[in-house]
């Protein structure tokens, strides 16, 4: 249920206007200031972790363990692994209340050559096709990433006419979704806001939405709250990590704060996933080794507490 709240607006046809509209709607009164229409549902905080993250090597032993530990949601790896792990995986979410997010990997769709951009959409259908079995979200995408060889134009009305275009036509065929990701502007120049890539979805049309990530929005955002306002129901999907270095939440505890983009996410009723996106740090009694696992699972409950403090904060 959770999944169809946030895809079932990129399933209609053309999505209302993505701006301050989507969620607040100016309305007359006294004050002259807008007025926020209240979500029809009430938004979730459903947290989240990448496969490579969860503890556990077998697909049962990590889903078990995310549900015993309070989890909503997994993110899973892109490339060929949904389409190898998709009736395995599928198997063992049976019964469960945990819902795949998305798929996680590198795309970009900015080559000059029009073969080489043909390559990146066909090596993403079969992929989506999986996604759809799985009843996840959908597959994050980066439109371009480090130099950008098309102009801006160019890549953006390609994007949005055909290669994206395309792709979200077979996500509302298999009912999920491209989801466009926002960089911060040393991973690219061309969508570093959520507003943007909200446009862009909106443009695109059904089976397109769009994600925030904390990590690159506090960069390129003035506001968090802001910029989820501004993408409103198109908003499908959340990665979350330190403010201060891209690790787990909470190592950093003064500087990591969400509590206004998480005022952004109740406006807006969502109900998606928060999913961990980031590193561990430097393990103190040897900084060449990793953490261990205990030491990781202390930080992952660290993280859950906290967010979900924030969460009520806000």
Known sequence: MRRRDFLTVSATAGVAAVSMTTTVRAAANTSGMPTLT?????AELNL?????????????????????????????????WPIKNCEALKAAMVG???????????????????EKREAEVQKFLPVI?????????????????????????????????????????QAAKHGTSIVLEPLRRNETPFLRQVADGARMAADIGPGATVMGDFWHMGLEETSF???????????????????????????????????????????????????????WPKNPADPKKGLPQEEQIKLIQ?????????????
């Open 48 to 80: 989240c972790l990448q496969w490579g993250t969860i503890p556990g090597s077998e697909i049962k032993e990590k889903l078990d363990w995310m549900e015993a530990n309070g989890f909503a949601a997994v993110e899973i790896p892109s490339g060929d």
């Open 38 to 42: 209240p979500p029809e549902k009430a």
């Open 129 to 169: 096709e999986a996604l759809g079995a799985l009843k996840s979200v959908g597959l994050i995408l980066c439109p371009a990433r480090g130099k950008v060889p098309m102009g801006f134009k160019e890549l953006r009305e390609d994007f949005v006419m055909n290669t994206g275009k395309r792709l979200a036509e």
């Open 225 to 279: 709250m802001g910029a989820f306002l501004c993408a409103g129901k198109l908003l499908s999907h959340v990665h979350i990590a330190g403010l201060k270095q891209r690790i787990i939440p909470g190592v950093y505890a003064t500087e990591d704060n969400y509590v206004d983009g998480f005022k952004g996410l109740k406006l807006i009723g969502y109900r998606g996933a928060v999913s961990f996106e980031g590193g």
């Open 302 to 314: 660290n993280m859950c507490k906290m967010l979900r403090e924030q969460w009520a904060m806000a």
């Open 96 to 114: 469960r209340k945990l819902f795949i997010a998305t798929a996680c990997g590198p795309s970009d769709f900015s080559y000059e050559e029009a």
